[in-house]
């Protein structure tokens, strides 16, 4: 488990950064992950502070992920952004995976967006559909919880009956449909990477129920939920497969696709943002 003090360090640092040039306390958080680091939402003022300079960030330079974080406001509304992830599959253990969350929960944020790149196990998804998480499966072979007690001392044992925001989720899929959104919904299975799938692995996933594949996402919303945010995800499907093999699929090609939906995911998430 993270120490507490390091996850209190980079608070406290950011708590400084956000006094110091008169921006509010984001209440929201957004995480951009592989290629998408460019949807930022309208912000009338920024600070935009490299992790490196974040006492106690674990650090790993990853091609489509800028590794820096946004501090920005729209009126009186503050919000965190996580430009470029953590993953598993870089080595990091699952505690440093999830410290970004951890550290925007020490920072007062209520609800969170989780934005990253899947391939599409449901044939009728296309590249460059949203997918609103609406479950997942847990199929990493670890959890970032294991480990982590509530605060009487017990284990983690969080209810996630409602993990991904029912409420929100609603809310977008009208908005969605209203504004010609290309966004679907679905479960999303979790895998720890970085290798991409099997065919036979592709099929099992539909199989047991699955919309779409990722190595990232399911982390980070169960250690929101348990810090007490609201959790929103949204996967860019960025590759697609033939039901009878895999097609080839590399992570240039991921980030290419995931750029391709940068406009779309920015609209979503400028509406999620300044939703009351
Ligand atoms: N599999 C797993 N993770 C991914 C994929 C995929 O096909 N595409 C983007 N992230």
Redesign the pocket.
């Known amino acids: 488990m993270v120490n507490v003090p390091k996850i209190e360090e980079a608070v406290e640092r950011l708590r400084y950064l956000l006094e110091k040039e008169g921006l509010p306390r984001p209440r929201e958080a957004v995480v951009l992950g592989?290629g998408l680091g460019e949807a930022l939402p309208e912000l009338e003022r920024w600070l935009e502070i490299p992790v490196a300079e974040i006492s106690g960030w674990p650090c790993r330079a990853l091609p489509g992920h800028p590794g820096t974080v946004v501090l920005g406001t729209a009126g009186e509304r503050g919000l965190f952004i996580q430009r470029g992830r953590l993953h598993y599959y870089q080595g990091l253990e699952m505690e440093e995976v999830v410290f970004p969350v951890r550290v925007m929960a020490g920072l007062g944020a209520k609800r969170i967006l989780l934005c990253n790149?899947?391939?599409a196990l449901n044939p009728a998804f296309e590249k460059g559909f949203l997918m609103l998480v609406r479950d997942h499966v847990n199929l990493m072979g670890v959890n970032p919880l294991r480990g982590v007690t509530d605060s009487s001392g017990n284990p983690a044992f969080l209810d996630v009956s409602d993990l991904y925001d029912q409420e929100i989720g609603d809310y977008l899929v009208g908005l969605g449909q209203a504004r010609g959104w290309p966004l679907v919904e679905g479960v999303l299975v979790a895998?720890s990477?970085p290798s991409?799938?099997t065919g036979a692995e592709l099929r099992f996933f539909r199989l047991i129920g699955g919309d779409a594949?990722?190595?990232s996402l399911v982390p980070e919303a169960l250690m929101a939920r348990f810090c007490g945010l609201r959790v929103t995800g949204v996967s860019v499907i960025?590759?697609t497969w033939d039901l009878r093999r895999p097609l080839p699929?590399s992570h240039e090609q991921?980030l290419r696709a995931a750029e391709q939906a940068v406009p779309a995911l920015k609209e979503l998430i400028n509406a999620w943002w300044l939703r009351d």
Request: hydrophobic share 45%; charged share 5%; glycine share 14%.
């Open positions: 592989s790149a899947a391939g895998v990477g991409y799938e594949v990722s190595m960025t590759n699929v991921v």
